[in-house]
């Protein structure tokens, strides 16, 4: 067999044809049974590259509680990518390897911008009642941070890039790297991501069902397997039981529950409101009642249209049960719902902002 490695003071960054047509000269004057093959050793990195990515994916998954946002972080990657080819030919480096290490360290670089871009957007959406104002405040609030914390990481790397310190033909390519790949992916990131962000939020607030559930009936606690079922759905179950056993020991609450959670099913929204508005105030400590007290006036104003009164009280109603169950999905689902009837109100009304009087 026959072996061809490189020579130990070959030049860093030689391109592999004119290796390759000189070894095939050799190979010419060989037997004819001799078979040559080059192959690269860069399976392995390709492979690390990728379990790169899906650890980040994971991480950004955890942190966002999504699956859709990670990917429109790590689609900074090849937005940081295009600046690299770029920069390439214009510093005239080759693709080598440590340009592909400048790329991996990129690709974790570049991803901040966009996580302080959504995660700053993801914020916005709890405080304003539509997405576009969401998206907006967060691009004016964060163009500047993201803007110098480029500029600087790229002022570090230039005089390397540029070569004024010396040519390095290990860190250059790697400087030149990451400087033309950041510049690409930070300006590609504010003007690509909020236009993404807007496409895959908006799908996501349609799927919010327009049909709120009900509240779940007090005989529950009486049904022994229905209630132990409960209790098998995990703590947040466990905990709803409670605030239903707290109801149901005042009689005086367990009417006003009762009777309220009945209007609500046979369509007298108004009559259910007053009933659970009665339950809040004297329970104001209990989740369930806070929740539905909130859910009835938002389904009064979807029959009758947008109202500044009940729009400022559910606010308050709705804020009193995430303090008491952070991160419930059905307090978020009627927080939605509420933003959207805020986006037909009229224009000299902001509602969610306004506190008026309690009527």
Request: charge should be positive; charged fraction near 20%; proline fraction near 6%.
């Amino acid at each position: 067999p026959y072996d061809w490695t490189p020579r130990s003071d070959a030049p860093l960054g030689s391109p592999l044809a004119p290796s390759a047509r000189r070894v095939s000269r050799v190979a010419s004057r060989l037997p004819g049974t001799t078979r040559l093959r080059f192959a690269l050793h860069g399976g392995q990195r390709a492979l690390l590259f990728l379990l790169g990515l899906g650890l980040i994916y994971m991480i950004l998954g955890t942190q966002f509680r999504s699956y859709v946002q990670p990917l429109l972080i790590l689609a900074t990657v090849p937005m940081a990518f295009t600046g690299v080819v770029i920069g390439l030919l214009v510093s005239n480096n080759p693709l080598s390897l440590v340009t592909l290490y400048g790329i991996i360290a990129l690709a974790g670089i570049a991803a901040n911008d966009a996580i302080v871009l959504i995660s700053t957007a993801n914020r916005n959406l709890e405080k304003v009642p539509t997405l576009g104002q969401a998206i907006v405040f967060a691009s004016r609030r964060r163009v500047l941070p993201i803007l110098i914390t480029s500029l600087t990481t790229m002022a570090g790397l230039f005089s390397l890039a540029a070569g004024w310190g010396g040519e390095s033909l290990i860190w250059g390519p790697v400087a030149t790297a990451i400087v033309w790949g950041l510049a690409f992916s930070t300006l590609l990131t504010l003007f690509i991501i909020p236009p993404l962000y807007a496409l895959v939020q908006r799908r996501r607030l349609k799927a919010v069902p327009e049909q709120l559930s009900a509240p779940p009936p007090l005989g529950l606690l009486e049904k022994g397997f229905s209630r132990a079922l409960a209790r098998l759905r995990g703590q947040e179950a466990r905990r709803e039981l409670e605030d239903l056993e707290a109801i149901a020991t005042d009689d005086e609450s367990a009417q006003h529950y009762e009777t309220g959670r009945r209007k609500l099913l046979e369509g007298k929204v108004e009559e259910a409101l007053w009933h659970f508005e009665q339950l809040a105030r004297s329970q104001p400590e209990n989740f369930i009642a806070n929740l539905y007290t909130a859910q009835a006036m938002v389904q009064w104003m979807q029959h009758h249209g947008w109202d500044v009164g009940y729009t400022a009280r559910a606010s308050r109603y709705l804020r009193k049960a995430r303090r008491l169950r952070p991160g419930n999905t059905r307090v978020r689902e009627i927080e939605l719902l509420l933003k959207q009837l805020d986006g037909s109100a009229p224009q000299e009304f902001p509602a969610s902002s306004q506190e008026t009087p309690t009527r």
